[in-house]
């Protein structure tokens, strides 16, 4: 049984042990497999890792497999610095980040595990958002509104002159990046004075007691919290993408109707990483099910044939650096009932 830690995330925030701490394993577990894995980064696909790791620990269970959340910066730092072997991100690697892990002498791959849409949710009890533009979300957030835009009316006339409380991803979280980038126009910039946090249900809690607040995060919180939040359709301006106002879910994500906020989520692995034995079975185990695992936690899948060609880009990416033309399951990785 797959059992989501979400709202334990808070007292897992420095590091989640998902060791091999019981007695209890699938019947065709290899024994034989050992090590550790260190895992670290994004808060949004944590979920999805740590799932996956879970159900890894049944079919391998003398390997250790650690997963920190430090937001997907804190976690490219210590990718780029080789301290840890798989970094979990919720967007693309920045260049300086890339040099930084060249320069010690680390090759890395990308690889694509699911998408996410970043949800932005008010209080249930407030009955004036029906929905919001992209232009007004950006006033909203732009560093222009700080200590500007403080009320409700200042977006738009018609709602109440009441306070606005922001929550939103921290600056270490590849989420507040990617929100940035897509409505404010420029990665990383935005007001300074919301409520900000890296783990995502002290954003929920924040929300779902303030009558006042607005706040984002991804998908599957959303899903998680959804009886003390309210999402709010995102209307993007752009009829190509839909028109009107649009609210995320499984299809609009998939099919990217819910735009701009739609986005992929990624693992990185590094070239040393790969010739530890544990971490390439619990890579071939991540492509094998985390398309219905991250399904069952709320989020969206890749298409089969995408899960088939990251998994083929895992595999080249294990020769290259080992000189194995391809990995060996002996883990049952199909078998995810206990």
Request: negative net charge; hydrophobic residues 35%.
């Amino acid at each position: 049984m797959l059992h989501l830690k979400l709202k334990n995330l808070a007292a897992a925030a420095l590091l989640l042990l998902v060791a091999a701490c019981g007695p209890k394993y699938n019947e065709d577990a290899d024994l034989t497999l050992k090590g550790d894995i260190s895992i670290d980064g994004s808060s949004t696909v944590y979920p999805i890792t740590e799932a996956v790791a879970e159900e890894f620990r049944y079919a391998a269970p003398n390997v250790r497999t650690t997963i920190g959340v430090s937001g997907s910066g804190g976690g490219f730092k210590k990718f780029s610095r080789g301290e840890i072997d798989i970094s979990n991100a919720s967007r693309s690697i920045k260049e300086d980040e890339a040099k930084a892990a060249r320069a010690n002498g680390l090759d890395f791959i990308e690889l694509s595990v699911a998408y996410d849409g970043l949800t932005i949710v008010v209080n249930p009890k407030n009955d004036w958002v029906k929905d919001i533009t992209v232009a007004e979300l950006k006033k909203m957030w732009e560093p222009a509104a700080q200590n500007k835009i403080k009320r409700w009316n200042q977006i738009r006339p018609e709602w109440p002159n009441r306070e606005i409380h922001l929550y939103g991803a921290g600056v270490e979280s590849g989420t507040y990046d990617y929100f940035t980038e897509a409505i404010v126009g420029t990665s990383h910039a935005s007001r300074g004075d919301f409520t900000a946090s890296e783990d995502d249900n002290v954003l929920v809690q924040g929300v779902a007691g303030d009558i006042n607040a607005l706040g984002f995060f991804g998908y599957a919180y959303y899903e998680e919290n959804k009886d003390k939040l309210k999402a709010i359709p995102v209307d993007d301006e752009d009829a190509s993408n839909g028109t009107g106002p649009i609210l995320p879910s499984l299809e609009t994500i998939k099919d990217g109707s819910y735009a701009p906020l739609s986005r992929a989520l990624f693992l990185y692995v590094n070239s040393p990483a790969v010739k530890k034995p544990q971490v390439v079975e619990f890579m071939d185990f991540y492509f094998e099910n985390v398309g219905q695992l991250s399904q069952e936690i709320g989020f969206i899948p890749l298409p089969d044939e995408k899960y088939k060609a990251e998994h083929q880009k895992f595999k080249d990416f294990v020769a290259k650096h080992t000189g194995n033309a391809t990995t060996q399951r002996k883990t049952d990785s199909t078998n995810t009932s206990h």
